[in-house]
């Protein structure tokens, strides 16, 4: 499987799943670059294999740096996020009821709360 040029992701590139282990990575871009390198493909198809290679690279290398991946991870997550888009009532609610039953302070009155 070549890299496709209308891939939306690095993920896609490498066509692994988001949850890739390090080592599916690392499986898929050797996978990849035995296919795609422009050492192993015909003269025909050199300087199109180069393309798909520095891709199916920047994929990888991206993909293999924990820090990198966290970065590119949350680059991905806000784009595929429709705009405006924001959490539904029903779970802002949720989220409203479990903060006012703690506010961080305990229930004392002000005169015992002074430090005199």
Known sequence: MAASAS???LYEVLGISASASFNDIKVAYRRLARVCH???VGVTHKETSANE???IHEAYSTLS???KRANYDQDLFRRRRPYGSSLSSATMAAAAASMSQFSGYTCKKW????CW
């Open 7 to 9: 891939a939306s992701s």
């Open 38 to 40: 422009p050492d192993v």
């Open 111 to 114: 005169e015992t709360d002074q």
């Open 65 to 67: 740096d924990p820090n």
């Open 53 to 55: 290679f520095k891709k």
